[in-house]
Nanobody, 120 residues
Framework: QVQLVESGGGLGQAGGSLRLSCAVS????????MGWYRQAPGKERELVAG??????HVADSVKGRFTISRDNAQNTLDLQMNSLKTEDTAVYYC???????????????WGEGTQVTVSS
């Protein structure tokens, strides 16, 4: 029932910008943390940026270019990607560490992934 819906992916230009959005829907008790991950061909999935409570972090590879913002009230996580590089090309996944009920184990839920392709 819990779903993560991603939007904003597509074709970007080197030096340009894209914004990815993730919305969590369904019935759940609490979201402990959310993050954006990416996986390029032949590469392992890596954390791009994450948010837990009031804390957030951004991977060194995108620091200064990408910004993450979380709206706890609306259960959304946005990734603003500026100064895009071709090496940013990957499938981007939204992940949410949440509990469906107060006494349930924490579980990481995933979106289906959205392709980001940066040309030039």
């Amino acid at each position: 029932q819990v779903q993560l819906v991603e939007s904003g992916g597509g074709l970007g230009q080197a030096g340009g910008s894209l914004r990815l959005s993730c919305a969590v829907s369904g019935t759940f008790f609490r979201i402990n943390a959310m993050g954006w991950y990416r996986q390029a061909p032949g590469k392992e999935r890596e954390l791009v940026a994450g948010s837990s409570g009031i804390l957030s972090h951004v991977a060194d590879s995108v620091k200064g270019r990408f910004t993450i913002s979380r709206d706890n009230a609306q259960n959304t996580l946005d990734l603003q990607m500026n100064s895009l590089k071709t090496e940013d090309t990957a499938v981007y996944y939204c992940g949410a560490d949440l509990q469906e009920t107060y006494d349930a184990a924490r579980r990481l839920y995933w979106g289906e992934g959205t392709q980001v392709t940066v040309s030039s």
